[in-house]
Nanobody, 128 residues
Framework: QGQLVESGGGLVQAGGSLRLSCAAS????????MGWFRQTPGKEREFVAHINWSGASTDYTDSVKGRFTISRDNAKNTLSLQMNMLKPEDTAVYYCAARRLIGYSGSAYRTAGFYDIWGQGTQVTVSS
């Protein structure tokens, strides 16, 4: 079993940058699919970004493409999300997530149910 802990959230002005980090425990991190999701009150948890087990493949939701960058350091068991050119609509609780099970099809990583382990979330607030 594993554990994820997010950090780096906070208040930032529109146009600014923020870097989120996710520290993972467990020996299976290096073979896990990892993702970032975000959620606002009353809304379904929304896919933000995914990175495959090796870091060779990434994917983003259209609204953040070109502004956000997901990365991982398997040697340090960390996942990051660099967020640039932030907009008020980016305001949400951001969650990191891991899938430890083997195999998947297509873009299943875009659905919350794909992941087995979730962090507690970190608040990102972008003011105008």
């Amino acid at each position: 079993q594993g554990q994820l802990v997010e950090s780096g959230g906070g208040l930032v002005q529109a146009g600014g940058s923020l870097r989120l980090s996710c520290a993972a425990s467990g020996r299976t991190f290096s073979s896990s699919e990892m993702g970032w999701f975000r959620q606002t009150p009353g809304k379904e948890r929304e896919f933000v970004a995914h990175i495959n087990w090796s870091g060779a493949s990434t994917d983003y939701t259209d609204s953040v493409k070109g502004r956000f960058t997901i990365s991982r350091d398997n040697a340090k068991n960390t996942l990051s999300l660099q967020m640039n050119m932030l907009k008020p609509e980016d305001t949400a609780v951001y969650y990191c997530a891991a899938r430890r099970l083997i195999g998947y099809s297509g873009s299943a990583y875009r659905t919350a149910g794909f992941y087995d382990i979730w962090g507690q979330g970190t608040q990102v607030t972008v003011s105008s």
